[in-house]
């Protein structure tokens, strides 16, 4: 070795020292002056002490399946790294076996991002369970933690295989645990550990409380001679109304109001007669399926059919009190004829007008 030699070689073996001290620090426990670098023959630990900081971990790593010869030449040539001379034969063989992807001690997927985890509100329906590996895989998935052959289930994968979700149906209330394994493609290693992914669901506070009907119309008699009209209810939240005539009649028993859903409800009444009472029994129920107290709405014709009332409350607006409305002496026919065709007279409350109606109004006329 002549001298120009010697010197690079000892400016060689200074850097590696300093490097190693800086990278690869000697576990607290090693025997002083002891290099441990020098003597382990664990290819995964020399890996991880001499070669991690540049080229990564063993599972992310780009120089994959390298040969001994590859690493040596690395080590002649590029000049980071030619510190390594070090190395013996038999540890840069270790790393070499360390490094290969069919070494399934050490090149197995790894798991990240597992998801999901903590408490979800009870009206969430699904959620997906999802990991990512760092190599290409198939993940399946089990509630025990059993060997990846027994696992009950596979994760759906993405295009690279690296992505991975399964939607789970969930009830509220309930706590859920998953054991997740994932196999490589290329090798079939399997993860050593199984990931385990635990999340739950809250109890839902339950409507409990009734719909209350709050009002109902009309409280007073149907004027004489009404054969059609409507009644109305008002309840305080959401609900389906129904209604009957039958005391007894529970809410799947009744009939469902012509307009209800929301908070006003609406029934339309055919042939009634002046002078008769009717009873009607009415129950809402809110969408949580909720009952409100049976309400009654007692509802009458007046029995006199009074033509001066009934042009009070639908002619004078528009045609001035009956003593000089413009439309004295009007017959039932002209009257009935101005509803059918006049766009402004052409609304329900007049369409509603019993003929008996419509006579007493023109007699009154
Ligand atoms: C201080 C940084 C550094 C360290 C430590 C290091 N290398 Fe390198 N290595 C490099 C650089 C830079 C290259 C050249 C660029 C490349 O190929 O990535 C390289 C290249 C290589 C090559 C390709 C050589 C070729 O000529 O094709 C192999 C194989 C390699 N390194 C293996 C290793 C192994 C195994 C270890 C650990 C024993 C290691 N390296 C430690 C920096 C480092
Ligand atoms: C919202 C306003 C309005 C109300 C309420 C109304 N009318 Fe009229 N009526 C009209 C208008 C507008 C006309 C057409 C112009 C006209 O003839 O005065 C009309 C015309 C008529 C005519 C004449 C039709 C024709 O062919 O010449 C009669 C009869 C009549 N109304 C009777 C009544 C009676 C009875 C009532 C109550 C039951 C009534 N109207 C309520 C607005 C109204």
Known sequence: MNIMKARYLFIIILLGLISCKEQAPLPADAPEGEITQANSIDGKALYEQNCLNCHGSLATTYK????????????????????????????????????????????????????????????????????????ASNCYYDSIDVGVDEMNGQLFANADKTSHQKAIILSPGASYKFYIHCVDTLHQNVTKVSQLITFSTDLDAVDSTPPVITSTFPNEPYLGGTERAKFYLNSNESASCRYSTDINSNYDQMNTMDTTGTLGHVQTLNSLVSGNSYTYYVLCADPTGNISAKETLNLSVLANVNGSILYQNHCTSCHGSISNS????????????????????????MLFLSPTQIDAISNAL
């Open 64 to 135: 994959k399946d390298v040969t001994p010869t590859q690493i040596l030449t690395g080590i002649n040539n590029i000049v980071r790294m030619q510190y390594l001379v070090f190395l013996s034969d038999e540890q840069i063989l270790e790393i070499s076996n360390a490094l290969s992807s069919k070494n399934p001690d050490n090149i197995s997927p790894k798991i990240s991002n597992a998801a999901p985890s903590g408490k979800y509100p009870g009206a969430t329906t699904s959620l997906n369970l999802a990991v990512v590996t760092d190599l």
């Open 326 to 349: 413009s439309k004295s002496g009007a017959s039932s026919q002209e009257i009935q004829d101005a509803i059918n065709d006049i766009r402004t007279m052409r609304v329900e409350s």
